[in-house]
């Protein structure tokens, strides 16, 4: 007898909740779907009828299935903000002699990881993301932008070696790679614009001393 398999939308069912909550399941809580949970009671039961957001044939992908994935390999923390502010990335520890980073990802479909000095981000292009970089020490900064259509690299854009200090923010929206605006620095932190960088661009120290 050959088995069955389904497919669980979680793209789909994250943005569901939009409007009346913030969700975003993955694979490590995919038991908490709803109608993931319904459909696998039914089939105890002997009922196989697929409910919302399940099927038994895998998802087609399809162009507003693209993705952002963003790398930051700096001394400065990587944050990205939906339309209505909700935010993956770093958060405050309660524990200020902490070892540990704490960190969310509440922003459907986004995710944030930390290995080593390196930050991983990601989000879908459903809507526009600003991404805020935060500097947290005097260095420089390397940010990498790849956008996919399923496993398929189709962009790229890369902001190589910029210098930051710990005063530093930066920050850029996109919804894809094509439509990225420059990235807009405040150097000192003194809410003024030292610096607009195109994609793919670079600054000197001399520049921005200037």
């Known amino acids: 007898m050959e088995e069955e398999k389904y497919y669980v939308n979680l793209p789909d069912y994250n943005h569901e909740g939009i409007l009346n909550q913030q969700r975003n399941r993955d694979h ?5 779907v709803e109608p993931l949970q319904t459909f696998i009671k039914n089939l105890v039961q002997g009922d196989e009828t697929l409910t919302r957001h399940i099927s038994n044939a895998k998802p087609p992908v399809e162009d ?3 993705r952002l994935r963003f790398r930051l390999h700096s001394p400065a923390s990587l944050h990205l903000y939906d339309g209505e502010g909700i935010h993956a990335g770093p958060i405050l520890t309660p ?3 902490s070892e540990f980073r704490l960190y969310e990802a509440r922003i ?5 990881l930390e290995f080593d000095d390196t930050q ?8 526009t993301t600003t991404v805020v970089l935060v500097g947290e020490a005097l260095g420089t900064f390397t940010f990498e932008i790849e956008e996919l259509l399923g496993d398929q690299l189709t962009a790229t854009t890369t902001f ?6 710990a005063s530093t923010t930066a920050a850029l929206s996109i919804r894809s790679v094509s439509d990225a605006t420059p990235l807009v620095m405040d150097v000192d932190g003194n809410g003024t ?3 607009t960088i195109a994609p793919g661009d670079g600054v000197t120290i001399e520049e921005l001393l200037a």
């Open 95 to 97: 524990d200020p002699s």
């Open 108 to 112: 459907p479909n986004s995710y944030y």
């Open 120 to 127: 991983y981000a990601g989000a879908d292009t459903f809507a």
């Open 160 to 165: 190589a070696d910029i210098p930051l200090t």
């Open 28 to 32: 490590s809580n995919i038991l908490e």
């Open 64 to 66: 507003e299935d693209k």
């Open 193 to 195: 614009v030292d610096a």
